[in-house]
């Protein structure tokens, strides 16, 4: 608007000028000046408008590489899994079946990234239960030891727990336990998120083996106890 007004009023101070005969040196300077005006009018116009042009497509880059970053963190997704479980007893065999008292039991659950992607554990609990498994896990609705841990594609980590075995007052389960007759399991859930903030969980369940002394998958696979979303 301003070039607009400023060529107006040159072009009346021409008009003007172009009527004195003497004025025509200022005639030329007049029309020089507004054509320069014009000029620097349109180049500023263009310049915004290629300041636009670049701010749109930066725009439409963020957007797609974005884009892009999602697509490769869905289709190649973190997958945490738990490698193995432990207890740490002199002899784990007797500290899992103890009835007459309670015992405190330490072990420790190894995890890893089994995915293409990085996770962020975020939460996990762990701990022993010693008898038929409910229909609910007893861990449900909990997000357990709140950590913090990232892993890579590949990487592994043992994560340490503690748990209690209360003395036993049933009488059944008291001699199924002397007898070691009944199952005992570590049972859990990690919970952990991907690169996109999405909330990952992997629950899991070993049985103790009394022929190898160790916590082994279930002889049955149990989606309710065993899983990976």
Same mark, same amino acid.
């Given at each position: 608007?301003? $070039? *607009?007004?400023?060529?107006?009023?040159?072009?009346?101070?021409? $008009?003007?000028?172009?009527?004195?005969?003497?004025?025509?040196?200022?005639?030329?300077?007049?029309?020089?000046?507004?054509?320069?005006?014009?000029?620097?009018?349109?180049?500023?116009?263009?310049?915004?408008?290629?300041?636009?042009?670049?701010?749109?497509?930066?725009?439409?880059? #963020?957007?797609?590489?974005?884009?892009? #970053?999602?697509?490769?963190?869905?289709?190649?997704?973190?997958?945490?899994?738990? #490698?193995?479980?432990?207890?740490?007893?002199?002899?784990?065999?007797?500290?899992?079946?103890?009835?007459?008292?309670?015992?405190?039991?330490?072990?420790?659950?190894?995890?890893?990234?089994?995915?293409?992607?990085?996770?962020?554990?975020?939460?996990?609990?762990?701990?022993?239960?010693?008898?038929?498994?409910?229909?609910?896990?007893?861990?449900?609705?909990?997000?357990?030891?709140?950590?913090?841990?990232?892993?890579?594609?590949?990487?592994?980590?043992?994560?340490?727990? &503690?748990?209690?075995?209360?003395?036993?007052?049933?009488?059944?389960?008291?001699?199924?336990?002397? &007898?070691?007759?009944?199952?005992?399991?570590?049972?859990?859930?990690?919970?952990?998120?991907?690169?996109?903030?999405?909330?990952?969980?992997?629950?899991? *369940? #070993?049985?103790?083996?009394?022929?190898?002394?160790?916590?082994?998958?279930?002889?049955?696979?149990?989606?309710?106890?065993?899983?990976?979303?």
């Amino acid at each position: 608007m301003l $070039a *607009c007004y400023t060529f107006a009023v040159m072009l009346s101070a021409t $008009a003007r000028a172009a009527t004195t005969p003497e004025s025509h040196p200022d005639w030329w300077m007049i029309s020089l000046t507004a054509g320069l005006v014009i000029v620097g009018g349109v180049q500023a116009w263009l310049l915004k408008r290629q300041a636009y042009i670049i701010n749109e497509g930066l725009k439409e880059t #963020r957007t797609a590489t974005g884009l892009t #970053r999602e697509t490769i963190v869905l289709t190649q997704r973190p997958k945490v899994i738990v #490698r193995n479980v432990s207890v740490f007893a002199e002899d784990p065999g007797a500290a899992l079946f103890e009835a007459g008292k309670s015992v405190s039991l330490k072990g420790s659950i190894f995890l890893v990234n089994v995915g293409n992607t990085a996770a962020h554990i975020i939460g996990a609990s762990s701990g022993v239960f010693r008898d038929v498994l409910p229909m609910i896990p007893p861990y449900m609705g909990s997000l357990g030891s709140i950590i913090d841990i990232d892993l890579k594609p590949g990487n592994g980590t043992p994560w340490h727990f &503690e748990t209690i075995l209360p003395q036993v007052t049933d009488s059944d389960i008291y001699r199924k336990l002397r &007898e070691s007759s009944i199952p005992v399991y570590v049972l859990g859930r990690i919970t952990y998120s991907d690169q996109l903030g999405t909330i990952r969980i992997t629950g899991f *369940c #070993r049985q103790w083996n009394a022929a190898t002394k160790r916590f082994s998958d279930l002889n049955s696979p149990d989606p309710d106890y065993e899983y990976a979303d």
